[in-house]
């Protein structure tokens, strides 16, 4: 919490951009550590709809397997790309693990906020992203 904001960027507790943070978190709860931020395409950003969509299916791809949720309930762990209504796709988010929190990296740096955070943003949800094998994020 409280990391700073640096579009680009993917170095845990130096500076994350909202993508570089949900691809660290991930990295660290599945405890994968092949996929490197090098490999990650110039175009694939979270500003734009095509850049966005990339960003996800990179990460989506390097985090099998997954399914797109398409009924609205979320679940710990989820990732959630949004964007402002009448705008294409523009940030991640992981849906925390308190009821109805989300954690994303913003201006502000890393922060967690509930979920009405969308609906106060006017943030459209474009797509929801669950990781399969979350069982063994979880501690007994």
Same mark, same amino acid.
């Given at each position: ?6 579009? #680009? ?10 993508? #570089? ?43 099998? *397997? ?22 294409? *796709? ?51």
């Amino acid at each position: 919490m409280g990391t700073q904001y640096l579009p #680009g960027q993917c170095c845990k507790g130096v500076a994350v951009d909202c993508v #570089g943070f949900v691809l660290g978190v991930l990295m660290d709860l599945s405890g994968e550590t092949g996929f490197v931020r090098a490999e990650w395409p110039q175009d694939a950003s979270m500003h734009d709809a095509k850049g966005s969509f990339k960003a996800m299916k990179v990460i989506a791809e390097n985090f099998k *397997p997954y399914k797109i949720i398409r009924d609205g309930f979320i679940e710990p762990g989820d990732v959630i790309v949004v964007g402002p209504h009448g705008g294409g *796709p523009g940030h991640g988010m992981i849906v925390g693990a308190r009821k109805n929190t989300i954690w994303h990296a913003t201006g502000d740096g890393v922060q967690y906020t509930g979920i009405s955070h969308l609906w106060l943003t006017d943030q459209r949800i474009f797509r929801i992203y669950r990781y399969l094998r979350k069982e063994s994020w979880l501690l007994t």
